[in-house]
């Protein structure tokens, strides 16, 4: 299997899972960790340890299959980025519409941004700025598409892996074009 496809195909699996177990642990007021920890303090950790579960197999999907190389400031990025993200969000969304599908819209703009911003700094020496400026731009795109179908079926359980499948896909096509050499497998 040719290094790429391997890749886009660890990245989705992976993704899906981290994804998962992450919505489980710190999902809105719904995750464990929030559940068991009451108040902003148990958001604000369950959302930590979502962006850092989703980003830490995001991180393994990069080093099993070579793909670009990265640190563990990877999910270190991903934990700051997603908590940034779904607090701001939590703050700005339904200050900036009042429709419920619209909000995923915006949802989805205000997370892409701050995981986009985050994970652009850990691959600051590995891109070229104007490939940086794609990827922030892709992490949008790709948290609009997972916010949307979020939103739309009202954040149930069972549409998590679609909306993982979503955000990974977009952004797995889309590191696969902003590769600047291939990978050493």
Same mark, same amino acid.
């Given at each position: 299997?040719?290094?790429?496809?391997?890749?886009?195909?660890?990245?989705?699996?992976? /993704?899906?899972?981290?994804?998962?177990?992450?919505?489980?642990?710190?999902?809105?007021? #719904? $995750?464990?960790?929030?559940?068991?920890?009451?108040?902003?303090?148990?958001?604000?950790?369950?959302?930590?340890?979502?962006?850092?579960?989703?980003?830490?197999?995001?991180?393994?999907?990069? *080093? *099993?299959? $070579?793909?670009?190389? #990265?640190?563990?400031? &990877?999910?270190?990025? /991903?934990?700051?980025?997603?908590?940034?993200?779904? *607090?701001?969000?939590?703050?700005?969304?339904? +200050?900036?519409?009042?429709?419920?599908?619209? @909000?995923?819209?915006?949802?989805?703009?205000?997370?892409?941004?701050?995981?986009?911003?985050?994970?652009?700094?850990?691959?600051? $020496? +590995?891109?070229?700025?104007? *490939?940086?400026?794609? &990827?922030?731009?892709?992490?949008?795109? @790709? &948290?609009?598409?997972?916010?949307?179908?979020?939103?739309?079926?009202?954040? #149930?359980?069972?549409?998590?892996?679609?909306?993982?499948?979503?955000?990974?896909?977009?952004?797995?096509?889309?590191?696969?074009?902003?590769?600047?050499?291939?990978?050493?497998?």
């Amino acid at each position: 299997m040719k290094p790429h496809y391997r890749f886009l195909l660890e990245w989705l699996a992976l /993704n899906i899972i981290g994804f998962t177990l992450g919505s489980l642990h710190g999902a809105t007021s #719904t $995750g464990f960790v929030p559940i068991v920890i009451p108040g902003t303090f148990g958001l604000v950790l369950g959302d930590l340890i979502f962006g850092g579960m989703v980003g830490y197999v995001q991180y393994a999907a990069f *080093r *099993r299959t $070579g793909f670009l190389p #990265t640190s563990y400031g &990877w999910v270190l990025a /991903n934990s700051i980025g997603f908590t940034l993200g779904a *607090r701001s969000g939590g703050l700005l969304t339904f +200050r900036l519409t009042q429709e419920w599908l619209l @909000a995923g819209v915006v949802f989805g703009v205000i997370m892409g941004m701050f995981i986009g911003v985050a994970t652009a700094i850990v691959l600051g $020496g +590995r891109l070229s700025p104007l *490939r940086l400026l794609l &990827w922030v731009g892709l992490c949008i795109l @790709a &948290w609009i598409a997972g916010e949307s179908i979020a939103f739309a079926s009202y954040f #149930t359980l069972k549409t998590v892996p679609l909306v993982a499948l979503a955000i990974a896909g977009i952004t797995g096509l889309g590191l696969m074009y902003l590769q600047p050499h291939s990978p050493q497998n």
